[in-house]
């Protein structure tokens, strides 16, 4: 066996540069067992703040104001809740080149599982498992497969905590510990069980004393599946056009993509009815969809509603909730058919959508929202999207859906697609047909408590302030409000609520 990452000559000379304070650790580095920067959780959260901020100060434009002032905010406080809102000010910032945002999503995600969140935890569990398939082959893969065990089995105990009640308060300090004891005892197991996966798990949970309705609760979850071949091949590869597109597609061509995993559906529906009350209803409806499968994937769904309800905010936190990679497209702009892609032989030749938003996140099954697709131009000069749209929703064209760019056969069918309308009569039949129609409603007066507390929040992240400063609306705002707001256009609302924090803050500066 091969040289494991922990007895690696190179990775033990940078653990030590790490409690030394000479090396910061990657995020992988962390994924696969480095110690944090000088053996410490708030010291590595204060370096990592630091070098990140002077970066992101160099750079103008992008929201990233906000980012700078996040991260300063979470070196003099490194806590769970700093961490929070750098993520959210992540969410408000621009993808600017050679600004590591995703590293920096990862290492927030770890920052939090440490601290204690359940959630964070699994996730960093599953990205330790992708290490570990990687390197599987090079003698390295047992070890990370225990540690990605460990992690899951600990996500499940922090969970188990949260509906005990019971606090996790300093967990950092007995996080690894605990990992570590599984780590061993998930390593015996499948050395017990000779290669043989099955019969490891099973091994490895009767070490660990786990009850048999906890083995069935883990086999209930679906295991990582090989993915999907999404792009069987490129045509013409011999021509000069053929090479040049089969080399941007070789990391993709022919190598099964992974599936997003379907999370727990409870708490997202819990998480989506407290931002959207409104809504429940047509949240139950979607997460029906989604009940019993192990990865995401929806039916086409149109959400129709009134200007200004929430739907398109909607989509794309049912999206966020889901953890599959989306894409948001405004129709406005798209009036030919270049939404199912353009010949490679024209200068302003492209993928369709769908296949570029595959290969933007590397993943077989994102989710597409078109918003406003009313607002789809009709012209059939150049062809025209609905006509497009029919195929890539009809599961038998989408499995052999041909690409002109690639001038292959994709397999899109794994793609869910959320479009939102304002009306539904310009949008032809063959078209309705195809897709599911939920009536999204207006929000309504009795929820503004809500709403109002939601936006003023909003606000103040894109004002480039903590979210923490946005002090709760006093009785006599939210009456204010109410005498001008009866429900209806939550645009309307965030105008209203905008107004009464300049306000506030007129009245702050005369004091």
């Not at 933007?360 to 025209?384: F, M, W, Y």
Request: glycine content about 8%; charged content about 25%.
């Amino acid at each position: 066996m091969n040289e494991s990452p922990l007895l690696n000559r190179h990775f033990q000379r940078r653990q030590k540069a790490a409690v030394a304070g000479l090396h910061l650790p990657t995020a992988e580095e962390l994924l696969r067992g480095m110690a944090f920067f000088r053996d410490d959780l708030i010291e590595d959260i204060r370096e990592y703040s630091g070098r990140l901020s002077a970066s992101v100060k160099k750079r103008n434009g992008g929201g990233l104001e906000l980012l700078a002032a996040s991260l300063d905010m979470l070196n003099f406080d490194p806590s769970e809740e700093g961490v929070l809102a750098v993520e959210a000010a992540l969410d408000h910032s621009d993808e600017v080149e050679r600004l590591p945002i995703n590293q920096c999503r990862l290492r927030c995600r770890f920052y939090r599982a440490v601290f204690g969140n359940g959630q964070a935890t699994a996730l960093i569990a599953g990205e330790i498992a992708h290490l570990a398939s990687e390197d599987i082959g090079s003698g390295r893969g047992n070890e990370l497969l225990s540690r990605s065990l460990g992690w899951a089995l600990q996500s499940r105990a922090l969970d188990r905590r949260q509906r005990l009640g019971i606090s996790v308060q300093g967990y950092s300090d007995w996080f690894f510990p605990e990992i570590r004891t599984y780590e061993v005892h998930f390593t015996n197991a499948i050395v017990k069980a000779t290669g043989n996966e099955l019969e490891a798990l099973d091994s490895a949970l009767d070490v660990l004393g786990v009850a048999k309705c906890e083995k069935e609760s883990l086999e209930g979850l679906e295991r990582p599946r090989d993915g999907v071949v999404v792009f069987g091949g490129i045509g013409n590869e011999g021509t000069a056009d053929g090479k040049r597109v089969a080399r941007e597609f070789a990391k993709l061509s022919q190598r099964p993509l992974p599936l997003s995993a379907t999370p727990e559906l409870n708490g997202v529906r819990s998480r989506l009815v407290t931002e959207f009350p409104h809504a429940a209803a047509v949240t139950d409806k979607l997460l029906e969809d989604l009940s019993g499968r192990s990865t995401v994937h929806m039916r086409p769904v149109i959400l129709l509603g009134s200007p200004g309800c929430g739907k398109t905010r909607f989509a794309r936190r049912l999206s966020e909730e889901m953890g599959a990679p989306y894409n948001l497209v405004s129709c406005g702009g798209l009036s030919d058919s270049a939404i199912g892609g353009t010949a490679r032989r024209w200068s302003s030749g492209e993928p369709s959508l769908p296949v570029m938003a595959v290969c933007q996140h590397g993943c077989a099954n994102p989710i597409v929202i078109l918003d406003e697709i009313e607002k789809i131009g009709t012209s059939r000069h150049n062809g025209n999207v609905h006509d497009v749209l029919i195929g890539l929703l009809e599961l038998e064209t989408s499995e052999r859906w041909h690409d002109p760019y690639l001038q292959a056969n994709c397999d899109l069918s794994h793609v869910s697609w959320l479009m939102t309308a304002n009306s539904i009569e310009p949008i032809p039949s063959a078209l309705r047909d195809r897709c599911r129609i939920l009536r999204f409603p207006d929000p309504e007066a009795d929820q503004l408590a809500v709403f109002s507390a939601r936006i003023l929040e909003r606000l103040y992240i894109e004002a480039g302030h903590d979210p923490r400063w946005a002090t709760p609306l006093e009785q006599f705002e939210l009456d204010a409000l109410a005498d001008v707001w009866t429900g209806g256009s939550l645009r309307r609302l965030e105008r209203l609520v905008e107004g009464l924090r300049e306000a506030r803050e007129r009245a702050r500066q005369q004091h």
